[in-house]
């Protein structure tokens, strides 16, 4: 009798190849190896890999019947080439605009592969929309050119404001059409392009009548009912409220009033005045863009003018294609405002709706939810003892979920479907032990921290603070300074402060053990003819990139720092600066 498996790595393992016959039975491929690809792909001036004329090949299938897809791929193997070939299959030869929303920093990077993928393409940067120049010293819709490995901005220069007119032409489009008769692609840097305008509060406080001291609705003039309560001030520090405000008694015909959205809060006019870029494209140029790319869009996952950003691209659009490496975080609702930018219709249909209740069932149907029910013992024996009741979110997605949204909409390439055609890659973890005087003031910090938890248990100032230490003590030992945990007293009930350790300042001037070997390994790859760049994660109350560059200049190396004061989109230019 064979033996049934014990856990979930031995069931897949046993019954892996009958699990994927199922899948693909039930889900399959709209573009399988062997089908005909279009012949768009043969056009391209770069030539995709196998597995990426797949993806393409899959997206343009998606696209036929729904306006929604994605590319969900590892780092490395080709987004943005994917992205684009599959608008230029889809176009089939006739001129489209393109719009492309990606992170800062990648916005030249975008435009350069858009001319050595795309042929007879034209690539505009939008950099605002009329007025202000921007941190980059631009304003407007800019054309862009690739001159000498370079992007440069040469050539038209417009507005969003004049590009939504249609002044003689049948529409706006059409005038386009007769201005650029080749592909155009618009990139737009995402952080730009939610870039709107200050915003502030909106509300009545009544000096006298009924309503007197209470926060009341300018345009209704009745307090703001919540349930069983009210709106107060200190309601409106943060969050922005609104109020639907019901419609006048139907009797009174040809007078009632209809219902409508009444905000409460409104343009703050003493600061800078502005307009967001994919704000106003949603609202003013509906039907100008015939494709959308929405990069890296697992950061457009919250509640945030990014993310409602995407929402507004994928309206905007005829078809819209997201890029992504980690569309999954590890939970399951990091995907609901996602897909009800992409296809609100499906969630609606699902059963799910907008904002926090939506969300919850998302998380219950799909996700993985804890009910933490904690009883506690009251003072007075007769009584009843004290439920709480809780539910935590846990890491982990539902099959289903990939099953009902995401097989469907994305086509997914990892490193190893295109490493064939890769460069050998190697990671290798280097251990380096520590110098006798730097081992054992570490060993007495860790000793302390011990201790302090004993303590204290479950005290979260000293793991954090503790757990900061550890990390940073061996990059940086000296300038820690006291570590300070806080308790609340028993008998007081006020919040203390205690020393969890005072590690020692150790010499400022030592080369020790790990940076030693940092500078040898930048002299080998350095004597190699390789450049080489240097990671650090602590870089601001405990930097250590001044320490290290120091240390290398002392050798005879001339060293670089990038630092936060150099903006996303000007890094790119930065580096090439340090040839």
Known sequence: MES???DTSEYLRLYSDELGARILAQFPALHQPGDQVHPGVARLR???????????????????RSNAAAAIAECGTGKTLISLGAV???ANQRPYTALAMVPPQLVEKWARECFQTLPRVRVFVIDGIRNGVGSNGYTGVNEVRFRNGRI????LRTTLSDLRLRKDARSPRSRWQSICGSPAVFIVSRERAKLGYFWRHVFGTPRSG?????????????????????????????????ELVAGDDPTLAGKARKPFHSALWQSDGSKVRRYAPIDFIGRYMDGFFDYAIADEVHELKGDTAQGNALGTLASSAERIVILTGTLLGGYADELFNILFRLNPRKMLAEGFVPGEVGLRAFSEAYGVLEKVTVIEPKDNMCSEARVTKR??????????????FLLELGAFVSLED???????????VIPIEMDAPLASAYADLERDIKDALQAHPGNQSVISTGMNALLVYPDRPFGLGDLIGYAVNEDTGERERFVISSPPDLEESVAYAKERRLVEEVKAELAAGRRCQVYAVYTKKRDVTQRWKQLLVREGIRVEVLTTDVPPEARETWYERQH
């Open 152 to 155: 440069v901005r040469e050539g």
């Open 418 to 428: 295109i490493s064939d055609a890769l460069p050998p890659y190697q990671e290798e």
């Open 391 to 404: 539910v935590k979110r846990r890491p982990g997605a539902s099959p289903l979920l990939f099953g009902r």
């Open 46 to 64: 770069r030539k995709p890999f196998p597995a990426q004329e797949l993806a393409i090949m899959g997206i343009v299938r998606q696209w036929e």
């Open 88 to 90: 230029h299959c889809a």
């Open 210 to 242: 009924p309503f007197n001291g209470c926060v009341v609705n300018p345009d209704t003039g009745r307090p703001v009912l919540t349930g069983t309560d009210q709106l107060r001030r200190a309601d409106f520090r943060k969050a922005k409220h609104s």
């Open 4 to 6: 049934l498996p014990t």
